[in-house]
């Protein structure tokens, strides 16, 4: 018997866990991973050995897991970006230095190898530049055909780097949105696997892995706040699972808060936090490409979780991104992509609204790198 299954998120049904469900039989609500009890009680935080802790893996055979080295990404102290928010701490959690240059391979890397576990051979992905490469290399790393649809608009740099891999790119008209609609039209008509790091359940195993590594690297002394540029919410989500779980087994006492930046131009889930509503329509361009999701899929669940940990969503402009951008190069040495910089320009408010204390400790994730996505001069 597997020790995993699949529960819809909105209704709670079980399903069986492959990779062709992406969705409830009965709601359509997205689906999340469910572990059978094995009998394990966790120990009290103040005797646990962090090198010892290992989140729970849907994989049946973890030592032959797929791997390109993601994760263990360093923290590094940001001194000069604390002061000029006015803070005492603030670190930045590096994660543009995973293997093909953003978080997204902590969640491929899990998501492939189930694929690669159950024999797929071919798979499709959208994505608007950093997912599509991620799940370009550790398909080619599985033997796995990849078929990326990718906004035509999306960073030459980054497209290049899919095509590197030996994907096949599908360049899409359109917002980012279209790149969506048109995967699911190909693989519905090819009847293929649809590698979904919006949907898939096993993404989520993959990117919770960031809350484990927070807690080693602070010892169980967490931060206070992480900040999130949040589009479809993988990171975001994969933390809080993940910090949820360690907290189940009374591995650490409480989850820091953990707070969602978007872009002012397409800011679903701040306008959903807001009780506002929003049109996906009327959505414009924004330099952070990474967070420009109009209909994010667990929208619900990031809601959800921002309520529980008593998070905030704040929406930023693309001026106030840019200038982060810039400071975090010029005055930290971290070249981030736009994506990543949004998350500097959220807690600049969230420190001036008073949501933020100075005092108060702050983790930022670095979510991918600025060589792929390179500003307009």
């Not at 921002?306 to 200038?323: E, F, P, S, Y």
């Not at 982060?324 to 600049?348: D, H, N, P």
Request: charged content about 20%; some cysteine.
């Amino acid at each position: 018997m597997s020790h995993i299954r699949l529960r819809c998120t909105r209704c709670g049904a079980p399903h069986a866990a492959d990779m062709a469900t992406l969705a409830c039989d009965d709601c359509a609500g997205p689906l999340d991973m469910e572990y059978r009890p094995r009998g394990q009680g966790g120990k009290a935080a103040d005797r646990v050995a962090w090198s010892d802790v290992e989140p729970p893996s849907p994989l049946h055979d973890p030592p032959s897991a797929l791997s390109l080295g993601e994760g263990d990404t360093p923290c590094a102290e940001l001194p000069v970006a604390a002061e000029l928010i006015g803070l005492r701490r603030l670190v930045g959690k590096l994660e543009f230095l995973n293997p093909t240059g953003s978080f997204k391979d902590r969640g491929t890397a899990v998501m492939i190898g189930v694929a690669r576990e159950l024999g797929v051979r071919e798979l499709v992905e959208d994505s608007s530049g950093n997912a599509g490469a991620s799940v370009s290399a550790y398909a080619a790393r599985a033997g796995i055909k990849a078929h990326i649809f990718a906004p035509a608009g999306a960073p030459p740099a980054k497209l290049r780097q899919i095509a590197a891999y030996g994907a096949e790119v599908h360049s899409i008209e359109g917002p980012r949105d279209a790149a969506t609609d048109a995967a699911v039209a190909y693989y519905t008509e090819h009847r293929l696997v649809y590698a979904s790091h919006a949907l898939s359940p096993y993404f989520l195993e993959g990117t919770k892995t960031f809350a484990y590594e927070v807690a080693r690297q602070f010892e169980g002394g967490l931060p206070a706040h992480i900040v999130f540029p949040v589009g479809n919410g993988g990171l975001y989500l994969g933390a809080w699972k993940g910090f949820d779980e360690l907290r189940s087994a009374r591995l650490i006492a409480w989850v820091p808060r953990l707070h969602c930046v978007q872009s002012r131009t397409v800011m679903p889930l701040v306008a959903a936090h807001r009780g506002e509503e929003w049109d996906s329509g009327a959505q414009t361009a924004t330099v952070a490409g990474g967070i420009a999701v109009g209909a994010p899929a667990r929208r619900d669940q990031v809601l959800s979780a921002l309520r529980a940990t008593n998070g905030a969503a704040v929406a930023v402009d693309d001026g106030d991104i840019l200038r982060w951008q810039s400071t975090l190069a010029e005055r930290e040495g971290v070249y981030a992509e736009a994506t990543s910089a949004a998350a500097l320009a959220g807690l600049e408010q969230l420190v001036l609204r008073g949501v933020i204390g100075a005092g108060e400790s702050v983790l930022v994730p670095i979510t991918g790198t600025g060589l792929k996505d390179t500003p307009p001069a």
